[in-house]
């Protein structure tokens, strides 16, 4: 008995390493100098949002590495994508907030199933336009120190911007996938994505700044070819480093 449970357990290991066995890791770095952050010009609400040195963040560098914030990574399931098996739902709250006159996170990264929760801990009020096109669109009235919950019952082809028409510089993105495969880079421009199926994927990069397609891209050194901003990787056990993605000024708008 002891010999068979440790035979199913052995079985069992050696399945799901060989179904997720893999990460996939990149850091984006801005081959360039880095841009000065453009101040906001802040018309509403000037006494409290005026006071928080609001900035541009559709591109942040870092100014000690050059790494770059907030660009997206995910396996591409539409056409000529990946064919991954179902997903189970993990039916988790995400908490996007109007904060200090911005959203934070400037991205949020979901999967059908959850929740994403709005508050505002602001003492103004502010909306949040969610222009989904697959969910039902919503254009939400937030008072101060209030929050409103929107169910994510479908996944979304691309980033669905958000907005405030209220403060009209806020702008948020919201990711919805029907996998949990997806990172966002960190303030280093560093992303790690876990967990994935040990084959090849098309991966598709996502980049709020990028002046059309990210085409020609240097990847550890080497150029590369990205046709519709996708790449594919044959995921291997243990951890899959891509190494330094290299984007060039005149592949973004600058702030």
Not at 174 to 179: P, Q
Not at 219 to 248: H, S
Request: charged fraction near 25%; include cysteine; charge should be negative.
């Amino acid at each position: 008995m002891l010999m068979r449970r440790f035979l199913l357990s052995t079985a069992c290991l050696f399945a799901a390493a060989n179904v997720y066995g893999g990460d996939l890791k990149m850091q984006f770095v801005f081959d360039g100098d880095v841009p000065a952050p453009a101040p906001i010009d802040v018309n509403r609400d000037t006494a409290f949002c005026g006071k928080h040195d609001l900035t541009d963040e559709s591109l942040v560098v870092n100014p000690k590495n050059k790494g770059i914030k907030n660009v997206v990574v995910y396996v591409y399931t539409g056409r000529g994508g990946s064919d991954l098996p179902d997903s189970p739902e993990k039916n988790d709250t995400h908490e996007l907030a109007n904060e200090d006159c911005r959203f934070e996170p400037r991205v949020v990264l979901t999967q059908v199933g959850d929740t994403l929760k709005v508050t505002n801990p602001d003492p103004v009020g502010h909306n949040a336009n969610l222009n989904f096109l697959k969910n039902d669109a919503k254009n939400l009235m937030i008072p101060a120190s209030q929050e409103k919950d929107v169910e994510l019952e479908e996944s979304e082809p691309a980033p669905i911007p958000v907005e405030c028409n209220i403060h009209p510089w806020m702008r948020a993105y919201v990711v919805v996938l029907d996998h949990p495969y997806a990172a966002v880079s960190d303030e280093d421009g560093n992303l790690t994505i876990k967990g994935l199926p040990n084959e090849e994927l098309t991966f598709r990069v996502w980049m709020e700044a990028a002046d059309g397609a990210l085409s020609e891209v240097e990847v550890d050194g080497k150029t590369q070819e990205w046709k519709r901003n996708r790449f594919e990787v044959d995921i291997k056990d243990g951890v899959n480093d891509l190494g330094v993605v290299k984007i060039k000024p005149d592949q973004v708008k600058l702030p």
